[in-house]
């Protein structure tokens, strides 16, 4: 089997509540994310997804994407898309860096794999726990009052974790935490995300005021030296996410213990070959994870379901459905949220069928 044509899409996705805001004064209404097709010369074809958060918050946009993807496409073509782990080395070989550029390709690979062989991703990823898996909401910044309402409303959908962004001022930001933590339940998780909006001082003032206060830190500073110095002023559980990027940043966080769970995205680490590998170390080192992305529709949805189904539940902090933070579908098949929960489809590869009435024609083929 060969990889004989790569065909782009472009799509926007529009956010449900009309935007997204997070720290530094960040916000975005409509998504811009970049859906990739391969065909290969056995008449599999193949889906993936990137879908960076803007261009602000991490060295990745949309364009970019697309750019990188055209780039490396003709790098491809004549390659098996099921040893995947060639097509990586392959891809690293011919452009150095830009992880986020190469996910959609390999995630593309795995489902063309999972269809060649009759299997869904999961079992490729080692093998289904449980009949689901539990989600967390993130809440967009905004008042102490409209987050609790914020709060409120997703937990009558049935989710009991909730990420609070937050990473504007200290005082407003304390405030934040304590008003939603007063009107947790039993079983509910909460979290303060300041997606690294915190100088080290500031945060420093924050984990004081919340000192007792039953919740997580997430990235509260930009660099991991910043973070880790965070850490260890706080017996509050710690995650890290933005400075967690390749295997050797988990080393050296699990060596430094700066932290209690990690947030694996997707396409920041190059897609499902290399988040399996991370996950399956984080799962010997003991330490815990919420698998996502950046952002995405359906066909990233479907994505993180299977590899976050195939984590043993010890492990799994929690997941994302994006596709239900937007209001466009871009495939059938993917999974759509129970109550607070999904689960990966049993069906061969990542279980989707894109819908080329939404995705229109491509912007890019390489032959």
Known sequence: MRINKISVYRVELPLDEGSYKWSGGRSIEVFDSTVVELQTDDGITGWGEVCPLGPAYLPAYAAGARTGIAELAPHLIGLDPTEVDVLNQRMDQSLRGHPYVKSALDMACWDILGKACGQPVTTLMGGRYGDNIALYRAISQDTPEQMVASVSKYRAEGYTKFQLKSGSDVETDIARIQAVAAELQPGDVLVADANGGWTQHQAMRVV???????????????????????????????????????????????????????????????????????????????????????????????????????????????????NSYVTVSTADGAPKRTKGFMRASEAPGLGITPRMDVLGKPVLEVR
Request: glycine share 6%; charged share 20%; with cysteine.
């Open 208 to 322: 004081d005021g919340v000192r007792g206060v039953n919740v997580y830190i997430e990235q509260p500073c930009s660099s991991y030296q910043e973070c880790l110095a965070v850490r260890r002023h706080t017996n509050l559980p710690f995650i890290l996410d933005e400075v967690i990027d390749d295997v050797l940043t988990v080393v050296r966080g699990y060596s430094d213990q700066a932290m209690d769970v990690i947030n694996l995205k997707i396409s920041k680490v190059g897609g499902l070959t290399k988040a399996r590998q991370i996950r399956d170390l984080c799962v010997s080192l003991g330490i815990a994870m919420t698998i996502e992305d950046t952002w995405g529709s359906d066909i990233i949805t479907a994505a993180i379901a299977h590899l976050a189904h195939s984590t043993p539940p010890a492990y799994l902090f929690s997941a994302t459905d994006f």
